[in-house]
């Protein structure tokens, strides 16, 4: 599981609470999480410098925003970021491979989203590089539902795609729906405001998740809480 901080969410509005940036990263870390994200940009109330709380936790730390420089690549980078994403919507299928090439180059693993099968057309990603099927849309900035029917729909193209790592992204509500995800073959989840916004803390909410994506865990089990 990618676990997101982000202060505001453009549906939900304010997230963060009483707790600050580093508090809420050290409790996903807590819960378990394999890696941490968080949203840089304006849409969600974020800022560059939160990348540095994130990896203190040791984890490694993908920086959401819209990245379409190499600037920007640099710029994460000497922030601290483990993983930079490249959203599909905004470049050209040929300036994403030349970003994700040059993350690689850089250290930094690209995290590619796509949100539409024709974003998945024509993409031939580096090894190295993570495909995400974004359940949200972008375009409306993401005050949408979302729904992890939308990377079920869309998982056989991705998967005959990409080799690699293949995640579902956003839009989760339940842990139930998160396990469906993982069922049906995609390698990880990426959850942010189900975390922030849940009946329970962070960190209860963050082990619900990680108990609901267990392959061992059947997925009529893996309601948690609501």
């Known amino acids: 599981m990618i676990a997101e901080v982000k202060p505001s969410s453009p549906k939900v509005g ?15 870390a807590r819960a378990g999480a394999a890696c941490l994200s968080v949203t840089t940009g304006t849409w969600h109330a974020g800022s560059i410098d939160m990348i540095a709380d ?3 936790t040791g984890l490694p730390v993908l920086r959401k925003d819209f990245i379409v420089s190499n600037r920007h690549l640099k710029d994460s980078l000497d922030a601290g970021a483990s993983a930079v994403l490249l959203t599909c919507a905004l470049l050209r299928t040929k300036d994403v491979m030349r970003l994700a090439e040059r993350a690689l180059e850089l250290g930094l693993t690209p995290f590619v989203e796509a949100a539409t099968a024709a974003e998945l057309d024509g993409l031939d990603l580096p090894a190295g590089a993570i495909l995400a099927i974004n359940n949200r849309n972008i375009r409306v900035r993401e005050t949408d539902d979302g729904g992890v029917a939308h990377s079920l729909a869309l998982y056989p ?8 790592l293949l995640v579902s992204a956003s839009g989760f509500l339940f842990p139930g729906d998160a396990a469906r995800a993982r069922h049906c073959g995609f390698d990880g989840i990426l959850v942010g405001t189900a975390l922030l916004s ?3 803390s962070p960190e209860r909410m963050a ?7 267990a392959l061992d865990h059947p997925v009529a089990d893996a309601a948690g809480p609501r």
Do not use: T
Request: avoid cysteine.
């Open 14 to 28: 304010a997230l963060l609470g009483a707790m600050s940036i580093a508090e809420i990263a050290q409790a996903y």
């Open 54 to 56: 994130l990896a203190e």
């Open 157 to 164: 193209k991705a998967r005959a795609l990409h080799a690699g």
């Open 198 to 200: 849940g009946p329970q």
């Open 207 to 213: 082990r619900a998740f990680m108990d609901a994506i």
